[in-house]
Structures are given as structure tokens and as C-alpha cells.
């Protein structure tokens, strides 16, 4: 009673002070029976099927030039927590504070999740249950053609008086900084993305290990056509202390044939080790770093880090059909294939670069303004060199299936 109290009286005071308080939260169960998803099934292997359960509750809060954002969360597998446990689950997800400098400028403190270009690079990861998040401070230009974005994130494990040793949380990134910088005209963007990322190395208190991520995104629309071209160069050192020499390339060409259909056609390259070259101590194998792994190279999520694929590189040729405005449905059909980037080598002998093709068939179906209802099904067909990679010998139907319905209520709005 006591808190209901509270609660209302904290309500009477955002109202009269004419602050603006949104509360809204998000329920997203997902069924998901993997039977060949990640990895190749085997003649033993049996499917699995589970259902997970992201749950948050979000305010949002505006007065004068200063906005805040809270996110608490909860992840959980139904069923992981015993009858009558009390076991602890919550989390944070976003808490953080920006203030309007001026007309363009901001800044934002705190704990906080965003996406850069096509997520490719950085995103927050919406397909993840638990998602990605980042404490650190960001700074935000915005002014009609031309868009600044740097966020700069520090991490330690703990308080401390000397030193600034992150041993507890090696895995992790030590520091961050990301510059977005776009230019935009009539039809074309013209944009700079740099990821500068710090690891320490394992065994030291003091020594970090620095590397780059820099390249172009030029982007051109007219009429009913779209084109995206995309480069990156990674240099510095990886976690492991080796120099890094890698790059990454895109290319994009979307049309619309009507209101109601769209065919992309696209091409990803990820540079690779050459494993016939026992000579070279480089990393040649690119990473994605901080951005989406789900939404590219198929949804299956066979490779989505340079080790999927032992560090031999990527490449994806894919085609993507839309259809949207169905009545309140949206379909698509993707085909990928996925092949090497460099060469592989297993017993000794150079492999053929072809991994596998993927189809992948999704539904999603807007209920009304709070529900949605996704369903998706995908299979893959791959070859001998998949296998000696995976280190198992596959059987049958690769394939996964999910469906995922996400309502949105608002509890309160000012």
C-alpha cells in the first residue's frame, strides 16, 4: 500500500512540474527448436527445443533540456528456476541522462545501447534476449545534412586506489571509443566510421592491447533503386597480442518493383588467414566486432565470428525478397552462399572454399499498434569442408525454426 502511495504521489509530482513521463514495457517469449542450427547435426544428435523470455519495463523521462531513460530487465529460459525459488534475474539494461547543450549538440551519460549504419559494425543486438548495452559517454551533433556521433566507454571491475587492472574481466573490452561522421546530400551519404577498442593483456596489470577499425559507407537512393558500398580496414593488435592486417567489404543493391515488394541483392566479403601459409604470424581474419550477428550470413548463425570459421575468412553472396502491406503481414525469402575467404587446410590438404547454401523464410504479422507475431524457418545444405570445419560429420536436414510474439503495452503517458 505504502508503495502504491509513493508511486502516485511520484506521478502528482512529474505532472505538476509539466515534466513529460513515459512507462512502457516489452514481453518477447521466443519458441525456438534447433535441430542443426550453429553447428552440423549428427546421426546421434537429437533437437532441441526451448522457450526464452526477455521482459522489460522502460521510463522515459523529459524536463526542460534534460531526458532519461531506464531499462530493467529480465532474461530467463522458462522453466531454469525451481518452483518457489527466489532466485535473482533483474537487471539493468539502460540507465542513463542526456542534456540538450544547444539546438544541435548533446550529450548522454550513463549505461546505453544504439545502432550505427546497417548495425553491421555496432548495434545493440535487438535479437539477443539479453541485448548489448555500454556504459560510457556520448556526444551527438546533429544539424540538418551533417550528423557527429563519439562514444567513449572506460571499463574497470572494480574500485580501486592504485592502478587500473581489469585481470576479473579480461574477455572484455578495456576501452571504446566510436566516431560516426556522416555527410548527407540530394541522393548520396558519404560517412566515416572508426571503432578504436583496448584489451589488456592476459597475465599483465598495465599492458593494453590497441586496435582499429576505420573505413567509408557511401549509400545512394533514387527514385525506387538503392545502392550501399561499404569498406574497412582492421589494423593494431587483437587480444592475443598479434598484428592485425584485415579488411572488410560490402555491396548493396536494393529495388522496389512496387509499393509492395522489394529484391536486395548484396555481396559481403570478410578477409581470412591463408592456412597453406604457415610463414605469416598476422591475423588476417576480420571481426564484426560489437555488431549484429543474426541479422547477416543467414539466420541459422553458423559464422558469425572470424572462429566460425577458423579464422579463414568469409564470403556471402545473397539475394533477399520482400513482400510488405499484405494486409498487416510482412514475408520474406533469403538465399545465401557462403564460401571461404582464403584457403583451409585439413590433414594436410588445401579444402575447396564452398561452406554451405542457406534459405531462410520469414513472417511477421502486426496484430494491432502492441502485438507482433514473428515466425521464421531456415535450412542449410552444407558441404565437405563445413564439416571438417564444424569437426563433425553432418546428417539429414540441417534446419531451425522459431516464432516470437512481442506486445508492447504503455502503462502510462504525460
Known sequence: MKRSILFITF???IITAKAQLNIDAEYRPRFE???GYSTLKTEDSNPAYFVTQRTRLNLNHTYNNVSSRLSIQDYRVWGESKLKADDPGISLFEAYFKLKLSDYWDVTAGRQS???DNKRLFSAANWNQVSSSHDGITLDFNK????FKMLT???QAKVSNFGTDYSE???NYKFLNVIWLEKKFEHLSIANLTITDAYQKEGTTNTDYYRMTTGCVVKYKKSASNMEVRGF????????????????ANIIYGHNFTDKLNITAGFEYMSGNDLTDTLNLDDNAFDILYGTKHAYNGIMDYFSTPGTTKSAGLLDGYLKINLSKIKKWKLSAHYHYLALANNYVHEGEKQDKFLANEIDLIASWKMNDIVNLQFGYATLFGGKTLEYIKGVEGEGIQQYFFTMITVKPTFFKN
Request: no cysteine; proline share 0%; charged share 15%.
Open 169 to 171: 574481466l579480461i574477455s
Open 233 to 248: 580496414y582492421q589494423f593494431g593488435k587483437n587480444k592475443k597480442g598479434q598484428n592485425v592486417n584485415s579488411y572488410f
Open 144 to 147: 540538418e545534412s551533417l550528423n
Open 11 to 13: 506521478i502528482i509530482i
Open 33 to 35: 527448436f534447433r535441430d
Open 114 to 116: 544504439f545502432n550505427i
Open 153 to 155: 566507454a572506460f571499463n
